[in-house]
């Protein structure tokens, strides 16, 4: 079982940067070998997928923060990261960290087995 713990979210300004971080703990698991993404959900929209990072390394956006977001890992202290810039306000909500275990498919899926609590993220204009 994998637990999740995010940081860094806060309020900015459009514009603006912010830095998330997601540290991994359990047991049972090999952190590299983990398909892991963030996820976000605003206020009375449904949670969509913001960008994934396979066990290869390979990394998928969604369309709205490609070029502006890049999601990346820590081996070292199974630590993931989303650095968000130019922060938009319709990147507010919140955003959570997820896992799961690939067994052999795609990291490429619509949702994940594991979760964090979530990191609130605003946007002011």
């Known amino acids: 079982q994998v637990q999740l713990l995010e940081s860094g979210g806060g309020s900015v300004q459009a514009g603006g940067s912010l830095r998330l971080s997601c540290a991994a703990s359990g047991s049972g698991f090999t952190y590299s070998r983990l398909c892991m993404a963030w996820f976000r959900q605003a206020p009375g929209k449904e949670r969509e997928r913001v960008a994934l990072?396979?066990?290869?390394?390979?990394?998928l956006y969604t369309s709205a923060v490609k070029g502006r977001f890049t999601i990346s890992k820590e081996h070292a202290r199974n630590t993931l990261y989303l650095q968000m810039n130019n922060l938009k306000p319709e990147d507010t909500g919140l955003y959570y960290c997820?896992?799961?275990?690939?067994?052999?498919?795609?990291?490429?899926?619509?949702?994940?087995?594991?979760w964090g609590q979530g990191t609130q993220v605003t946007v002011s204009s």
């Open positions: 997820a896992a799961d275990d690939p067994l052999g498919f795609s990291c490429n899926r619509p949702t994940y087995g594991n």
């Open positions: 990072i396979g066990h290869d390394n390979a990394t």
